[in-house]
């Protein structure tokens, strides 16, 4: 990455292939920032780690209609393409991958990708499209921008696992890195989707990162039981005027149930709806 | 691909992308035979077009074994590796590609990949399992041996248009060509299957043939109307002690079925068990 280059936009498929294999043949690493565009400073800093990692960053800005279901927030998700590129151009980002909906999903297209294991519950029972969406777009996007390394954030920790298990299990070559949750200064994960929060509900916002704070504290502690624990955050939720789709305590690496918490890497995951915005957050035990 | 080279054999998914990367590097073009060992003089034929379409030439040998069925002839699938590696040897080929099972699914492998459109119908009546597996071993076969061109036989040409859309969607740089079917002298399609057959089948088995190329003629003719065509042909392959799976006309290119025969590039595709044996033939009309 160097220093304010303006980045080059692909549109194509092809064109980023060719870019990206011009990289490769001078001996240069290229670290990917898979994103939805309506960047913030989480993006941002998601860009700067790519930088310090690889000798070239290509971000990707592709709102995936597949992964929204019909009631979902596709027509409305925030798109800002011009204010993004000019936060891309400031930081030296070499390339911008934001393919058309036509090059991504072309005439006749007919091939999704579905991963079960992390795949399996918590978001998935929410949303059972999401993953199988994820997957097949993110696999595109390895594909298109065949990067040495891709960084994602922990916020969407359960997205995190299910990428890294796809590119794994397809073979490519790709070291999926997780980056941790950037904060604003009262707790709330950054994400997107705040900026549909009211005033009153951005004030409220930050007891969810707060219950998984209070909630972790409790199971390291060794009491009260876990499921009690659980049960604890999900009543400081709906106290708080949140409707609870989950608050779960899991393996870390393969996002399967615990029955022992004295053993393995644990995450604790939640996800929540305040008003009609959906919120979800995770944080290490 | 070079005359009388000892092809080097990658087991591994990494050592086979170096390959590759080399040669790209190196500006050659590469091409892809994928089989699943057991060759016979159709797969030489495949790998002769692939030494004069590119300049390295990798066979891939895998029994996959998420194509084949419970009930189907997995474990009894013929292996040869020793008899396959010496007449791709007598080829030149550059490099064979032979995973092992724990490199295609490691643990905890949870992907697939599911394609709909060519893959509906015919196969996927009888073998709902197949293009799943099919579609996932290629597209990992495609990311781990990178190749420029991958030539698939049109024996199996539901296959063929299966990949050619998995590749397409997924915006794989790979060129998938389909190759003529390889007949013996009396018409039989070559199959490793063949193997399966007794004497007096294998006396029988011409007919699959010949039967198509009947019904073929009688559509090219006008008459009689197509059902009637594909029902004599069943008919034929009933009295010569076939069971049919289905005798079926659809477009070439989709395969989506055909309401005007007048309209559009046809392929008349079919499959029949002969005993134990299911064989399955295809042409063009």
């Known amino acids: ?18 870019q990206s294999a011009v990289w490769r043949a001078a001996g240069l690493k290229s670290a990917l920032v898979p994103t939805m565009g309506a ?14 990692a690889a000798d070239r960053v290509v971000v990707s ?24 590129l000019a936060k891309l151009a ?18 006749g297209y007919a091939t999704r990708i579905v991963v079960d294991g992390p795949a399996r519950g918590l978001e998935s029972d929410s949303r059972p499209h999401f993953f199988g969406g994820v997957a097949t777009v993110v696999a595109k996007l390895f594909i298109s921008c065949a990067p040495d390394i891709a960084i994602f954030g922990e916020k969407d920790y ?14 490519l070559p790709v070291d999926v890195v ?6 604003a200064a009262d707790g709330l994960a950054l994400s997107s989707r705040n900026a549909y929060l009211s005033p009153e509900e951005r004030s409220v916002a930050p007891r969810l990162h707060a219950a998984l704070q209070a909630a972790a504290a409790a199971i390291r502690a060794g009491k009260p039981p876990v499921p009690d624990a659980l049960a604890a ?20 690496d393969t996002l399967a149930e615990v029955s022992d918490p004295r053993a393995g890497p644990l995450r604790l995951l939640a996800a929540a709806r305040l008003g009609r915005t959906r919120l979800i957050d995770n944080i290490a035990v």
């Open 1 to 18: 990455m160097r220093d304010e280059t303006i980045p080059t936009i692909h549109r194509g498929i092809a064109g980023m292939q060719h």
């Open 39 to 52: 960047l913030h400073e989480g993006h941002l800093d998601l860009v700067r780690t790519a930088s310090a």
């Open 178 to 183: 997780g980056f941790p949750t950037v904060r």
């Open 233 to 252: 955050a999900e009543r400081d939720l709906d106290d708080a005027g949140f409707a609870v789709d989950y608050v779960a305590l899991r393996n870390a």
């Open 61 to 84: 800005i592709f709102v995936n209609p597949t992964q929204f279901a019909p009631t979902e927030d596709f027509a409305a998700y925030p798109r800002e393409e011009a204010a993004d």
């Open 90 to 107: 400031a930081l030296g980002v070499d390339a911008v991958f934001a393919p058309t909906i036509a090059e991504m999903y072309p005439d």
């Open 158 to 171: 359960q997205q995190l696992l299910v990428v890294r298990r796809m590119g794994a299990d397809l073979g």
